[in-house]
């Protein structure tokens, strides 16, 4: 990340803005995030998209559902993926494990883990390196918990589907107290079935579930969203916390920003099925480029300032047609007819920062100041 990171609000670092490819990940092991370190660009790739696209199949035509998606995950790093319903989050982290149900199909791209391609193992090497390599804790995980299987089971389970039959009860049990430890939950619960936890604590034994493998990389698909808020809130610091001990990365989905800020290095904002802007989290908050991220930055509620919200109803298009050019533009205050004409492509306005508008290319750089004097002004 840039030491010349730009802290102005809605304003871009002087001389910035390029359309160089973004630097690939090197070998160094340093932890994320590679604050100060000029342009983190020598952190370790662990998990690499590139060029995703998936469809749902249906009678009236194929619901675009992620649409030429590219992002790379650092090792030690948090990403969050933010965006609201219906914009592909889950069916991204279904691509990326491999898990996409028909009607639904990956129609082209690229997932690679720690150099290995995804999308060319075969099934059992797959089912291996579910758990292993790559873990979900899906939407609604806790409510999928086998009711009538015992906590111990459910991740005997899990660990022996991979490594076989234990021999050594003993050893087996101290490393799912191990487990419990980990993720803050107490040994007594080992003998329990689920209807006896609190659903904080039943999202304890899912994450507990998705790390007894120690994976390169963990998916959590809104996993505290069905949670009360402060129970999400510490189910949330668990997680990260678990990340930091066992050491592997996650990708963090879901739609609360105040969460999401408190827990991630980095945010992806989607929006109906395409990336529109990638950014560490304080640039996301203090000077979001995108039009839609300043949508969802305005509608974080304030106590202290009341405002009335900007945010407009859904994904205004039909998701099997979607606008030329710009995806955003009929929702978009800024748009004019080059956003209708020509997608944007991803512009990296710092190291780790890209947006995919037009605003930010150097030759409209008069539309992007009157844009930003428009919301200075608001
Ligand atoms: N089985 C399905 N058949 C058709 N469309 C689907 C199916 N599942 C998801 N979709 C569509 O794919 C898009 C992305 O959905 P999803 O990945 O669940 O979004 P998110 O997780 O962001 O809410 C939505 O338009 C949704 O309606
Ligand atoms: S490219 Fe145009 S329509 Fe799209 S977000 Fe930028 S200004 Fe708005
Ligand atoms: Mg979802």
Same mark, same amino acid.
């Given at each position: 990340?840039?030491?010349?990171?730009?802290?102005?609000?809605?304003? @871009?670092?002087?001389?910035?803005?390029?359309?160089?490819?973004?630097?690939?990940?090197?070998?160094?092991? $340093? !932890?994320?995030? !590679?604050?100060? @370190?000029?342009?983190?660009?020598?952190?370790?790739?662990?998990?690499?998209?590139?060029?995703?696209?998936?469809?749902?199949?249906?009678?009236?035509?194929? #619901?675009?559902? #992620?649409?030429?998606?590219?992002?790379?995950?650092?090792?030690?790093?948090?990403?969050?993926?933010?965006?609201?319903?219906?914009?592909?989050?889950?069916?991204?982290?279904?691509?990326?494990?491999?898990?996409?149900?028909?009607?639904?199909?990956?129609?082209?791209?690229?997932?690679? #883990?720690?150099?290995?391609?995804?999308?060319?193992?075969?099934?059992?090497?797959?089912?291996?390196?579910?758990?292993?390599?790559?873990?979900?804790?899906?939407?609604?995980?806790?409510?999928?918990?086998?009711?009538?299987?015992?906590?111990?089971?459910?991740?005997?389970?899990?660990?022996?589907?991979?490594?076989?039959?234990?021999?050594?009860?003993?050893?087996?049990?101290? $490393?799912?107290?191990?487990?419990?430890?980990?993720?803050?939950?107490?040994?007594?619960?080992?003998?329990?079935?689920?209807?006896?936890?609190?659903?904080?604590?039943?999202?304890?034994?899912?994450?507990?579930?998705?790390?007894?493998?120690? !994976?390169?990389?963990?998916?959590?698909?809104?996993?505290?969203?069905?949670?009360?808020?402060?129970?999400?809130?510490?189910?949330?610091?668990?997680?990260?916390?678990?990340?930091?001990?066992?050491?592997?990365? @996650?990708?963090?989905?879901?739609?609360?920003?105040?969460?999401?800020?408190?827990?991630?290095?980095?945010?992806?904002?989607?929006?109906?099925?395409?990336? #529109?802007?990638?950014?560490?989290?304080?640039?996301?908050?203090?000077?979001?480029?995108?039009?839609?991220?300043?949508?969802?930055?305005?509608?974080?509620?304030?106590?202290?300032?009341?405002?009335?919200?900007?945010?407009?109803?859904?994904?205004?298009?039909?998701?099997?047609? !979607?606008?030329?050019?710009?995806?955003?533009? @009929?929702?978009?205050?800024?748009?004019?007819?080059?956003?209708?004409?020509?997608?944007?492509?991803?512009?990296?306005?710092?190291?780790?920062?890209?947006?995919?508008?037009?605003?930010?290319?150097?030759?409209?750089?008069?539309? $992007?100041?009157?844009?930003?004097?428009?919301?200075?002004?608001?």
């Amino acid at each position: 990340m840039s030491e010349q990171r730009n802290t102005h609000p809605k304003s @871009l670092p002087e001389g910035s803005v390029s359309t160089r490819p973004h630097k690939e990940g090197g070998t160094s092991t $340093r !932890p994320f995030p !590679p604050r100060g @370190l000029g342009d983190g660009g020598g952190d370790r790739v662990v998990l690499k998209v590139d060029n995703l696209r998936i469809h749902y199949a249906t009678p009236q035509g194929d #619901v675009i559902a #992620v649409s030429d998606i590219s992002f790379n995950l650092y090792e030690g790093e948090t990403l969050g993926l933010v965006g609201e319903s219906g914009c592909g989050k889950s069916t991204t982290a279904y691509g990326i494990l491999q898990l996409v149900q028909p009607p639904g199909y990956i129609v082209h791209g690229s997932i690679q #883990v720690d150099g290995t391609e995804v999308l060319n193992l075969e099934e059992e090497e797959l089912r291996k390196f579910r758990w292993t390599g790559l873990s979900l804790i899906p939407q609604g995980a806790m409510n999928s918990l086998n009711p009538t299987m015992r906590v111990k089971d459910q991740i005997i389970d899990v660990i022996e589907s991979h490594e076989g039959k234990q021999k050594d009860k003993d050893a087996l049990r101290e $490393r799912i107290f191990e487990l419990f430890q980990n993720v803050g939950l107490p040994n007594r619960i080992y003998n329990m079935y689920p209807h006896e936890l609190s659903g904080g604590m039943k999202q304890r034994v899912c994450i507990a579930m998705g790390v007894a493998l120690h !994976p390169t990389v963990v998916i959590a698909d809104e996993a505290t969203s069905a949670l009360d808020v402060v129970v999400q809130r510490i189910v949330a610091q668990t997680l990260v916390k678990v990340k930091d001990e066992i050491g592997v990365s @996650l990708i963090v989905i879901g739609h609360d920003m105040g969460l999401l800020a408190q827990i991630v290095d980095r945010i992806a904002v989607m929006y109906a099925g395409k990336m #529109v802007e990638i950014a560490p989290v304080e640039n996301v908050y203090a000077n979001p480029l995108h039009p839609y991220t300043q949508l969802l930055i305005d509608s974080i509620p304030s106590i202290k300032e009341r405002k009335p919200l900007k945010i407009t109803e859904g994904i205004t298009h039909d998701p099997r047609n !979607p606008p030329s050019g710009c995806i955003f533009r @009929l929702r978009c205050p800024f748009a004019w007819e080059h956003c209708a004409e020509v997608e944007p492509p991803p512009i990296y306005v710092e190291d780790l920062h890209e947006v995919a508008c037009h605003l930010y290319d150097e030759q409209f750089e008069e539309r $992007r100041t009157n844009a930003h004097a428009l919301i200075a002004n608001s």
